[in-house]
């Protein structure tokens, strides 16, 4: 093994050397790097809103015209994170979770470039940030209008892979629902899939058939709110993206993944200086989760009461995961008025008490 | 009128100078292309062509070049063999994914002892989670005479499914926090497949591409078995009469080209990719096909298919990055560039001639 | 374990779902039947979808739309068919080139199509045959695409069948050159079945983004095309056998949802997987009858050149 690690050290150093290969530019240069397409009207839309935020805030300043979509997860994305520290990238955005280890390993070869790495923990190096929306915030406040404006007590959720992210989503939603419609019961369908707009229209239409009147999702398009549209009463929420389309009705909010901010703020602080590694995972009160305008299909008072709660989860006087509550084997998590802390969370891998069937593993 | 007239053998000349021909062709269409999405052509076809190979980066995209193109070619060498023999192999993207969950499994199996038995014994278990999924169809078509494309193809779904499982599941990192993904086999060094010499993006899995690329072609030009699936391929009564056994045929070239495409799999899960996640694959397996026939079959011709396509991945790639085109653009390129590739073909094999009356 | 599923609600479901491969594996079996092998269905379906959403949004009528992505299909194919029935290259490979070249091709037409409503497509008005219990929910509550995907199943099994047309394909699919040796354009004969193939091919991926999911997203075919054509083998190349496939490929990609959302007890990764390991059950039970062989086109996927 030692003729391995010599070679490997070997590579590392030769980076090292490349390293500061990388032309100067005046206009600080900060790139991107996508799952998707610009298209998908989602996920990476979102991203690149928040790339196109950067360019307002800043001007001639930074130079943020680069970008790469559909890029895969893997060996592609190593690549790709080289050529642009290569070509001048100061700052690079990597948008998706698979990206971690790669992101990790470009930033190793390039001290001089920082690293931000979405919905990631890894920080190996100096270099490498990571940030991540707290989603669950703005399902506590959906799920309230759901519990809220359901008639036949059956609300759904389409979820798309039982990682952790989803998980605190579909948790966050029941418990705030139940909160204010102890009757409610919550039907989960897991698509497999981020992006399959046929696939997502069907399960939205099977919860439909199931009696179900509210819908929520965790995958990315608007299939299941274009289904929902066709049974009157059936209502949903935007996902990731505004999707005013369907506004008002079925579409009565959403919840949207705003990087813009926190973009703003990143780049800012590289410009004048102030640029430090950390982890941010910021919500509603960070303004990186915004809720989506609460459309006249709401009633004021419910309308109120969501806006109420979103107001408190943003100023921090309100956790949506505050005990008590119970995982759902019936087995006690969180005492009375405690808090969820982050590490629980970030891998959270279990239901509350009250929602049925089983996370696959 | 143009009318083709069939060439007694193939032209030398054209064989060689095809290609060339189709790079050109895809030039002039995609050149015009670019200028409609309002680009410099001249800028964007550099880009492509010329900077992986001689730009300014160019040490560095020319190992990446070979990282790319090693499964591509490793796969497309293995299903050759089956489409010369007329046995439709469309599933190598399954076996590919198989192949990295076997392997995989093995490694994480022992972590984290370091032994030197652990990666040739990984080895193994990839070929043979490649070859178990070829098995499926190969003995479902020679028992049960059941098609062999329809069954090929709709296990990559499946493998698909248990991929996302092992991603989720049984070989998730313990030390993940509940995320999705394996360990890292990069810093497993037992069971990893590091690069062999720094920068030049050599690692075991182009290492074994160049090796089946020489046996392949020792084995159709020198071996009885070669030309026995030349033959069935193109004489399948002759083939019989020769003492081919046609059920063996089918299960040897499914075999071959299930082991060989699982074997990719586990030299990119090992290296390059890193670890199971639930977007492992990314489509070798599908185009590894296009640059089977790009390659005409041929061992040569397709480690030169396999590095071309690979170009075209990179190149195009650095022209989204660094000239802002969308990447559907680079898409629909490649796409050009096979359909002229493939359109200029006829010239190898037909000549042109005019002629007063038309042909069907 | 299946917890409440109403059988009505369940097969009018899985037949909207089955349209989009219905159409399209149709398309391809005439394709298949005069011995063509166009594994380029995913690419023609995804153009259809865009040209469809796209002339449907500027013109305003979803008719006009299905007439534009049957045209968009056909424009695909047709590059197909040049390249495979007069410069005589590899179907194989110009299929899976197709493919690429026409999510690419579409993705750039859509930019700024993301984010539109098409205009809708209304049910048929079959009036009060639509509150009979069950049955009006599965036959009179469709739109009109459902409806036609049907006729056009019963009109290919017909013209492949009864008619002179049917002869000729087939004749051609099973053996070119004795097609042309009786005087048959066995190309132009491909040809205008490629386009066929394409057209409906088309009016598939239209179906997608007009009515199933009714909006544009980039790949939102999502690999639909790869099952069509698993669906024409499967159906043995008959028509009818067609449309069981795509029914069955369908209902239980929704069944699967269905029971999901009513609370089985059946876990998730063995659902989702069972559409395709059905597929293969059913298959094998069928192709493993006494002797039986598949059907398969004879001169399938090989390319034709008149010598004479």
Same mark, same amino acid.
């Given at each position: 093994?030692l003729?391995r690690?010599? /070679?490997?050290?070997a590579? /590392?150093?030769?980076?090292?050397?490349?390293?500061?290969a990388?032309?100067a530019?005046?206009?600080l240069k900060?790139?991107?790097?996508?799952?998707?397409p610009?298209?998908?009207?989602?996920?990476?839309?979102?991203?690149?809103?928040?790339?196109?935020?950067?360019?307002?805030?800043?001007g001639?300043?930074?130079d943020?015209?680069?970008?790469q979509?559909?890029v895969?997860?893997?060996?592609?994305?190593?690549?790709?994170l080289?050529?642009?520290? /290569?070509?001048?990238c100061?700052?690079?955005f990597t948008?998706?979770?698979g990206?971690m280890?790669?992101?990790?390993?470009?930033?190793?070869?390039?001290?001089?470039?920082?690293?931000?790495?979405?919905?990631g923990?890894?920080?190996?190096?100096?270099?490498?940030?990571?940030?991540?929306?707290r989603?669950?915030e703005g399902?506590?406040?959906?799920?309230t209008i759901?519990?809220?404006?359901?008639k036949?007590?059956?609300?759904?959720?389409i979820?798309?892979f039982p990682i952790?992210e989803v998980i605190?989503?579909?948790?966050?939603?029941?418990?705030?629902?139940?909160?204010v419609?102890?009757?409610?019961?919550?039907?989960?369908v897991?698509a497999?899939?981020?992006?399959?707009?046929?696939?997502e229209a069907?399960?939205?239409?099977?919860?439909?058939?199931?009696?179900?009147?509210?819908i929520?999702?965790h995958?990315?398009?608007?299939?299941?709110l274009?289904?929902?549209?066709?049974?009157?009463?059936v209502?949903?929420?935007?996902?990731?993206?505004?999707?005013?389309?369907?506004?008002?009705?079925?579409?009565?909010?959403?919840i949207?993944?705003?990087?813009g901010?926190?973009?703003?703020e990143?780049?800012?602080? /590289?410009?004048?200086?102030?640029?430090?590694?950390k982890?941010?995972?910021a919500?509603?009160?960070?303004g990186?989760?915004k809720?989506?305008?609460?459309?006249?299909?709401v009633p004021?008072?419910?309308?109120a009461?969501?806006?109420?709660?979103?107001?408190?989860?943003?100023d921090?006087?309100?956790h949506p995961?505050?005990?008590?509550?119970?995982?759902?084997?019936?087995?006690?998590w969180l005492?009375?008025?405690?808090?969820?802390?982050?590490?629980?969370?970030?891998g959270?891998n279990?239901y509350?008490e009250?929602i049925?069937?089983?996370?696959p593993? | 009128m143009?009318?083709?007239?069939?060439?007694?053998?193939?032209?030398?000349?054209?064989t060689?100078?095809?290609?060339?021909?189709?790079?050109?062709?895809?030039m002039?269409?995609?050149? *015009?292309m670019?200028?409609?999405l309002?680009k410099?052509?001249?800028?964007v076809?550099?880009?492509?062509?010329w900077?992986p190979?001689?730009?300014?980066?160019?040490?560095y995209?020319?190992?990446?070049?070979l990282v790319?193109?090693?499964?591509?070619?490793?796969?497309?060498?293995?299903?050759?063999l089956?489409?010369?023999?007329g046995?439709?192999?469309?599933?190598a993207?399954g076996?590919?994914?198989?192949?990295?969950?076997f392997?995989?499994?093995v490694?994480?199996?022992?972590?984290?002892t370091?032994?030197r038995?652990i990666?040739?014994v990984m080895?193994a278990a990839?070929?043979?989670g490649?070859?178990v999924?070829?098995?499926?169809?190969a003995?479902?078509k020679?028992r049960?005479?059941?098609?062999e494309i329809?069954?090929?193809?709709?296990?990559v779904?499946v493998?698909?499914?248990?991929l996302?499982?092992?991603?989720?599941?049984?070989l998730?990192?313990?030390?993940?926090a509940?995320?999705?993904?394996s360990?890292?086999f990069?810093?497993?060094?037992?069971?990893?497949?590091p690069?062999?010499?720094?920068?030049?993006g050599?690692h075991?899995?182009?290492?074994a591409a160049?090796?089946?690329?020489?046996a392949a072609?020792? *084995?159709?030009?020198?071996?009885?078995?070669?030309?026995?699936?030349k033959?069935?391929g193109?004489?399948?009564?002759?083939?019989?009469?020769?003492g081919?056994?046609?059920t063996?045929?089918?299960? *040897?070239c499914?075999?071959?080209?299930?082991a060989?495409a699982g074997?990719?799999?586990?030299f990119?899960?090992?290296?390059?990719?890193?670890?199971?996640?639930?977007?492992?694959?990314?489509?070798?397996?599908?185009?590894?096909i296009?640059?089977?026939?790009?390659?005409?079959?041929?061992?040569?011709?397709?480690?030169?298919?396999?590095?071309?396509?690979?170009?075209?991945y990179i190149g195009g790639?650095?022209a989204?990055?660094? *000239?802002?085109?969308p990447?559907?653009?680079?898409q629909?390129f490649q796409?050009?560039?096979?359909?002229?590739?493939l359109?200029?073909?006829?010239?190898?094999?037909?000549?042109?001639?005019?002629?007063?009356k038309?042909?069907? | 374990?299946?917890?409440?599923i109403?059988?009505?609600v369940l097969?009018?479901?899985l037949m909207?779902?089955?349209?989009?491969?219905?159409?399209?594996?149709?398309g391809?079996?005439?394709?298949?039947?005069?011995?063509?092998?166009n594994l380029?269905v995913?690419?023609?379906?995804?153009?259809?979808?865009?040209?469809?959403?796209?002339?449907?949004?500027?013109?305003g009528s979803?008719?006009?739309g299905?007439?534009g992505?049957?045209?968009g299909?056909?424009a695909?194919?047709?590059?197909?068919?040049?390249?495979?029935?007069?410069l005589?290259?590899?179907?194989?490979?110009?299929?899976?080139a197709?493919?690429?070249?026409g999510?690419?091709?579409?993705s750039?037409?859509?930019q700024?199509?993301?984010?539109?409503?098409?205009?809708?497509t209304?049910?048929v008005?079959?009036?009060?045959?639509?509150d009979?219990?069950?049955?009006g929910?599965?036959?009179?509550?469709h739109?009109w695409?459902?409806?036609?995907?049907?006729?056009?199943?019963?009109?290919?099994?017909?013209?492949?069948?009864?008619?002179?047309t049917?002869l000729?394909?087939?004749a051609?699919?099973?053996?070119?050159?004795?097609?042309?040796?009786l005087?048959?354009k066995?190309?132009r004969?491909?040809?205008?079945?490629?386009?066929?193939?394409?057209?409906?091919?088309g009016?598939?991926?239209?179906y997608?983004?007009l009515i199933r999911v009714?909006?544009?997203?980039?790949?939102?075919t999502?690999?639909?095309g790869?099952?069509?054509?698993?669906i024409v083998?499967?159906?043995?190349?008959?028509?009818?056998?067609?449309l069981?496939?795509?029914?069955?490929f369908?209902?239980?990609?929704v069944?699967?949802?269905?029971?999901?959302a009513?609370?089985?007890?059946?876990?998730?990764?063995?659902?989702s997987?069972?559409?395709?390991l059905?597929?293969?059950?059913?298959?094998?039970?069928?192709s493993s009858?006494?002797g039986?062989?598949?059907?398969?086109?004879?001169a399938?996927?090989?390319?034709?050149?008149a010598?004479?």
């Amino acid at each position: 093994m030692l003729k391995r690690t010599l /070679l490997a050290t070997a590579a /590392l150093g030769l980076g090292l050397a490349f390293a500061g290969a990388a032309s100067a530019q005046d206009a600080l240069k900060a790139c991107w790097v996508y799952v998707g397409p610009i298209g998908d009207g989602g996920w990476t839309f979102q991203h690149d809103q928040g790339r196109l935020d950067v360019i307002k805030a800043f001007g001639d300043k930074v130079d943020a015209s680069t970008y790469q979509e559909n890029v895969p997860e893997g060996a592609d994305a190593e690549r790709v994170l080289t050529q642009m520290a /290569l070509g001048g990238c100061k700052i690079i955005f990597t948008t998706s979770f698979g990206y971690m280890d790669p992101t990790n390993a470009v930033a190793a070869k390039f001290p001089d470039v920082k690293f931000e790495h979405a919905t990631g923990y890894k920080r190996d190096s100096a270099n490498v940030s990571t940030y991540n929306a707290r989603f669950y915030e703005g399902r506590a406040v959906t799920g309230t209008i759901a519990g809220r404006m359901t008639k036949s007590n059956k609300i759904g959720y389409i979820g798309s892979f039982p990682i952790p992210e989803v998980i605190q989503g579909i948790n966050a939603s029941f418990i705030h629902a139940k909160k204010v419609n102890p009757n409610v019961t919550m039907s989960v369908v897991w698509a497999y899939t981020w992006f399959d707009p046929a696939k997502e229209a069907d399960a939205a239409k099977a919860l439909i058939e199931q009696g179900v009147d509210v819908i929520l999702q965790h995958t990315d398009s608007t299939a299941p709110l274009a289904e929902a549209a066709k049974t009157p009463g059936v209502i949903g929420f935007g996902q990731a993206s505004d999707m005013a389309e369907y506004k008002p009705s079925p579409r009565v909010s959403a919840i949207i993944d705003n990087w813009g901010p926190y973009y703003v703020e990143r780049v800012g602080a /590289l410009l004048d200086g102030t640029y430090e590694q950390k982890d941010t995972w910021a919500g509603i009160g960070g303004g990186e989760v915004k809720i989506g305008d609460i459309t006249e299909a709401v009633p004021a008072e419910v309308k109120a009461e969501a806006e109420a709660l979103a107001a408190s989860i943003g100023d921090g006087s309100y956790h949506p995961f505050t005990g008590p509550l119970n995982k759902q084997d019936g087995s006690a998590w969180l005492a009375e008025g405690e808090k969820a802390d982050d590490g629980t969370l970030a891998g959270m891998n279990f239901y509350v008490e009250g929602i049925e069937g089983d996370i696959p593993q | 009128m143009f009318r083709l007239e069939k060439r007694p053998t193939p032209s030398r000349f054209w064989t060689g100078a095809t290609p060339v021909v189709a790079v050109i062709l895809t030039m002039l269409a995609g050149g *015009l292309m670019f200028g409609v999405l309002g680009k410099n052509p001249f800028e964007v076809i550099r880009t492509i062509f010329w900077d992986p190979l001689f730009g300014e980066f160019a040490w560095y995209l020319r190992g990446q070049l070979l990282v790319k193109a090693g499964p591509l070619i490793l796969i497309a060498v293995g299903l050759s063999l089956g489409f010369r023999a007329g046995i439709w192999n469309i599933g190598a993207e399954g076996q590919y994914i198989m192949g990295a969950i076997f392997g995989a499994s093995v490694g994480l199996a022992v972590f984290p002892t370091e032994n030197r038995l652990i990666y040739p014994v990984m080895i193994a278990a990839g070929a043979f989670g490649g070859w178990v999924w070829a098995m499926i169809p190969a003995i479902l078509k020679t028992r049960f005479n059941t098609n062999e494309i329809l069954v090929s193809l709709m296990l990559v779904y499946v493998a698909q499914s248990i991929l996302a499982m092992a991603a989720l599941g049984f070989l998730r990192n313990p030390e993940g926090a509940g995320f999705p993904g394996s360990r890292n086999f990069n810093s497993y060094p037992a069971a990893s497949n590091p690069e062999l010499i720094a920068g030049t993006g050599m690692h075991w899995g182009v290492v074994a591409a160049f090796i089946t690329v020489i046996a392949a072609y020792v *084995l159709l030009q020198k071996h009885l078995l070669g030309f026995q699936i030349k033959l069935s391929g193109q004489a399948p009564r002759a083939a019989r009469f020769h003492g081919v056994n046609p059920t063996a045929l089918v299960v *040897l070239c499914m075999g071959i080209s299930g082991a060989l495409a699982g074997l990719a799999g586990l030299f990119e899960v090992t290296g390059p990719a890193g670890q199971i996640s639930i977007d492992f694959n990314t489509g070798y397996g599908f185009t590894a096909i296009i640059v089977a026939f790009l390659g005409r079959l041929n061992p040569l011709g397709i480690l030169l298919a396999g590095l071309l396509m690979a170009l075209t991945y990179i190149g195009g790639e650095m022209a989204s990055t660094n *000239l802002g085109l969308p990447s559907a653009a680079i898409q629909a390129f490649q796409g050009m560039l096979l359909f002229f590739l493939l359109a200029v073909d006829v010239l190898s094999n037909y000549r042109v001639r005019m002629s007063m009356k038309g042909t069907a | 374990m299946f917890g409440a599923i109403n059988p009505a609600v369940l097969i009018a479901s899985l037949m909207v779902a089955s349209v989009p491969i219905m159409l399209a594996a149709l398309g391809e079996l005439v394709v298949e039947k005069s011995g063509v092998l166009n594994l380029g269905v995913e690419g023609m379906m995804i153009i259809g979808a865009i040209c469809g959403f796209i002339t449907a949004v500027t013109t305003g009528s979803p008719l006009l739309g299905f007439a534009g992505g049957a045209a968009g299909g056909a424009a695909l194919a047709l590059i197909f068919a040049v390249l495979t029935q007069s410069l005589l290259a590899n179907q194989v490979a110009t299929g899976l080139a197709l493919t690429l070249f026409g999510l690419g091709l579409s993705s750039l037409m859509g930019q700024g199509y993301n984010g539109i409503k098409p205009p809708l497509t209304a049910a048929v008005p079959f009036g009060p045959l639509r509150d009979i219990p069950g049955l009006g929910r599965i036959l009179f509550s469709h739109d009109w695409v459902v409806y036609f995907s049907i006729l056009i199943i019963a009109a290919t099994w017909y013209v492949l069948k009864y008619t002179r047309t049917g002869l000729i394909i087939r004749a051609v699919g099973e053996n070119h050159d004795a097609a042309h040796a009786l005087g048959y354009k066995v190309n132009r004969i491909r040809l205008a079945c490629i386009l066929f193939g394409g057209a409906m091919a088309g009016m598939g991926g239209a179906y997608i983004s007009l009515i199933r999911v009714p909006q544009w997203t980039d790949g939102i075919t999502a690999g639909a095309g790869w099952i069509a054509l698993a669906i024409v083998v499967f159906a043995s190349w008959k028509p009818w056998r067609v449309l069981i496939g795509a029914y069955l490929f369908g209902g239980i990609t929704v069944l699967q949802l269905n029971l999901q959302a009513a609370g089985s007890s059946i876990p998730v990764e063995y659902l989702s997987m069972s559409p395709y390991l059905i597929t293969i059950l059913v298959l094998v039970i069928m192709s493993s009858g006494k002797g039986r062989t598949l059907n398969a086109p004879a001169a399938l996927g090989q390319n034709f050149h008149a010598t004479r």
